[in-house]
């Protein structure tokens, strides 16, 4: 089982909200992602980073943003939620680049 | 960046058979392809990764094939179960920006009938 955890597994909140989703790994890893799912749709990458103080944005424009401050965290913000933010967020994390990586269960957000 | 297409949205097979998933890709040949399950609500588990210079791997009931001239990788899963029903899906680096990211396919749903 991986050590990768994300809190909350489960988020409804208002339009306009902040919110802050949050993920750490145990596994000393470097790389780390945070992806966005819709229902049956693939995975899109939104955002990853090569390590500390490191952040590049994935192929899916995101109004998102991210940090990292330390290895083990890689944290992902809204600063104003909206109904268009609703959908699945799973952060993984891998040793180095194109090798397997490990997910957390996900976030699931709705946004009403 | 890479399209990747998997076979049939879904595909219900008879426990005890033997099931085979399709991952084709149209751009250029990735470095290797990577196999993972998705359960409903969970995230993505790796089962297989398989390199451009490797032309089979096999892990207990599972063996994936890697075709770099028909750009197609072949997943099988042997003596299959209930259990072995979930979301598959195919994985591979689709950019040559240097960023080795990988691309995830729309996966196929798989359904193991008792």
């Known amino acids: 089982e991986a050590d990768i955890y994300q809190t909350p597994r489960y988020l409804v909140i208002g339009t306009g909200k902040k919110i802050t989703l949050e993920c750490s790994q145990t596994?000393?890893?470097?790389?780390m992602y945070w992806y966005q799912q819709d229902p049956g749709m693939e995975l899109h990458l939104i955002h990853y980073?090569?390590?500390?103080?490191?952040?590049e944005k994935g192929d899916l424009s995101s109004e998102s943003t991210v940090s990292r401050i330390r290895t083990e965290h890689f944290p992902l913000t809204l600063e104003s939620a909206r109904p268009s933010h609703t959908s699945q967020y799973l952060c993984?994390?891998?040793?180095?680049?194109?090798?397997?990586?490990?997910f957390g269960p996900g976030t699931r957000l709705l946004v009403l | 960046s890479q399209k990747i297409e998997q076979n049939s949205e879904a595909l219900n097979i008879q426990e005890g058979k033997t099931a085979t998933l399709t991952c084709n890709y149209t751009?250029?040949?990735?470095?290797?392809l990577q196999w993972y399950r998705q359960d409903p609500g969970r995230g993505p588990v790796f089962l297989l990764l398989?390199?451009?210079?490797?032309k089979e791997k096999r892990k207990e009931r599972l063996k994936v094939t890697f075709d770099t001239t028909l750009k197609q990788s072949l997943f099988h899963i042997t003596a299959s179960q209930p259990a072995d029903s979930a979301t598959y899906l195919c994985?591979?680096?689709?950019?040559?920006?240097?960023?080795?990211?990988?691309?995830f396919g729309t996966g196929t749903r798989l359904t193991v009938i008792p």
């Open positions: 993984a994390s891998s040793e180095s680049p194109l090798e397997t990586q490990y």
């Open positions: 596994m000393g890893h470097d790389k």
């Open positions: 980073s090569y390590g500390v103080n490191s952040t």
């Open positions: 751009n250029y040949s990735p470095a290797y």
């Open positions: 398989i390199r451009e210079n490797e």
């Open positions: 994985a591979l680096d689709g950019d040559q920006t240097g960023a080795n990211n990988l691309f």
